[in-house]
């Protein structure tokens, strides 16, 4: 913000993309703690309120406009971790934010990618997160769960890579147009996937969604019978 404002003088900032984000951890939510979930609320969404609040004045000198990037994991929580609770956080942040920008005449935007070829995606990293915390978890809660679904979790993750769209100009073409275009969305969804997968999804029953996404979790070894 700093460098910032002396750049923007009396005209201001046209656009803010708030773009930064992290995953890991991520695991089934009884592996994690507190912190664990706190890292990635701080760098997703506090970093990003923050940002934001500091560059405001700025951006509503300028009648701009500013761009978060949320996920469709924002829409559906597909898994444990404070990723998806602090893309949650970042759709109502925007939703809010907009509606108090409209009489400055500033837009808010919001893009919610599928899954993108990104670091956050990497399966070295998320296999490497997986193991890591396993090996911090109490026997007791280890024998609940099983081998054969850490084993599962990890094969998953290699699959999900293989499934990741590679065309990151999806998503940047969706910044373009929020910053430039006369009337830009409210939402942009990016990726065939976020389109025809997961915000459908998002739409139907919870039960309906609930079935879908648990068919596709590998089994534990303590099941409920």
């Excluded at 998806?84 to 919001?110: H, I, N, Q, T, W």
């Excluded at 990293?125 to 979790?153: C, D, H, M």
């Excluded at 699959?159 to 969706?174: E, F, H, R, Y």
């Excluded at 275009?181 to 997968?197: C, E, V």
């Amino acid at each position: 913000a700093a460098w910032v404002k002396p750049q923007g003088g009396d005209k201001g900032l046209w656009g803010l993309v708030n773009n930064a984000g992290i995953s890991l951890p991520v695991a089934p939510n009884e592996w994690l703690t507190k912190d664990d979930f706190l890292t990635v609320l701080n760098g997703n969404l506090l970093g990003l309120i923050e940002g934001t609040l500091s560059l405001l004045p700025l951006v509503k000198r300028a009648r701009g406009r500013v761009v978060n990037v949320a996920s469709v994991m924002g829409r559906l929580s597909v898994f444990g971790g404070g990723y998806c609770p602090s893309k949650y956080g970042v759709e109502a942040f925007s939703d809010s934010l907009r509606r108090e920008m409209l009489p400055f005449g500033v837009k808010v935007c919001m893009i919610e990618p599928g899954y993108f070829r990104t670091a956050i995606t990497n399966a070295k990293l998320v296999t490497e997160n997986f193991t890591r915390l396993w090996e911090q978890l109490p026997e007791e809660t280890k024998a609940s769960y099983g081998e054969i679904f850490l084993q599962g979790f990890i094969s998953s993750t290699h699959d999900m890579q293989k499934a990741c769209n590679t065309d990151l100009s999806i998503v940047t073409g969706c910044m373009t147009h929020a910053l430039t275009a006369r009337h830009p969305r409210t939402r942009y969804s990016a990726g065939w996937d976020a389109k025809l997968i997961y915000l459908p999804l998002s739409y139907l029953p919870t039960s309906f969604a609930d079935f879908v996404l648990s068919w596709s979790y590998p089994p534990v070894a303590q099941k409920a019978t």
